[in-house]
């Protein structure tokens, strides 16, 4: 079982995890052994609810197929199992970060004082830049 919150949890049949070799250097114990995971987890066949599939499926994220099929691919670690769990949890953090709610941003307007600086710091700029030109005799 894979925990996403409180209420939320995956069953393993759900997530599909296999072995396979890594990639990158490692010596003779690359070629012999497959220590890395590749995960890969249908959404729209999971027991997640209806929000959590709509927020994962609009979530413009390249390990996420156009047909709903997240796939990540663990081998940043030496062990099976340490790659096992670094799969889960990073598809237990995609699936939070999917349906956290942002704040609304609330656009601002600058102040009358800020403004009026501006506009004196251009004036003065625009001086000094006029009195670089030629001299006229």
Same mark, same amino acid.
């Given at each position: ?36 995971? #590749? ?62 709610? #942002?704040?609304?941003? =609330? ?14 710091? =251009? ?12 001299? =006229?005799?």
């Amino acid at each position: 079982m894979l925990k996403i919150s409180n209420s939320v949890e995956l069953g393993d049949w759900e997530i599909e995890l296999n072995a396979i070799r890594s990639q990158g250097a490692g010596g003779q114990n690359v070629n012999k052994v497959a220590t890395a995971i #590749h995960l890969r987890f249908d959404i729209q066949r999971s027991s997640l609810p209806a929000f959590y599939k709509e927020r994962l499926m609009a979530l413009g994220d390249q390990r996420i197929s156009q047909e709903g099929v997240v796939v990540i691919k663990a081998q940043r670690f030496r062990t099976q199992e340490q790659n096992r769990e670094d799969a889960l949890a990073r598809l237990r953090e995609l699936i939070r970060e999917a349906v956290k709610q #942002h704040k609304v941003r =609330k656009p601002t307007r600058p102040t009358r004082g800020s403004q009026r600086r501006r506009v004196d710091s =251009k004036t003065r700029k625009g001086k000094t830049k006029a009195l670089r030109g030629k001299v =006229k005799v």
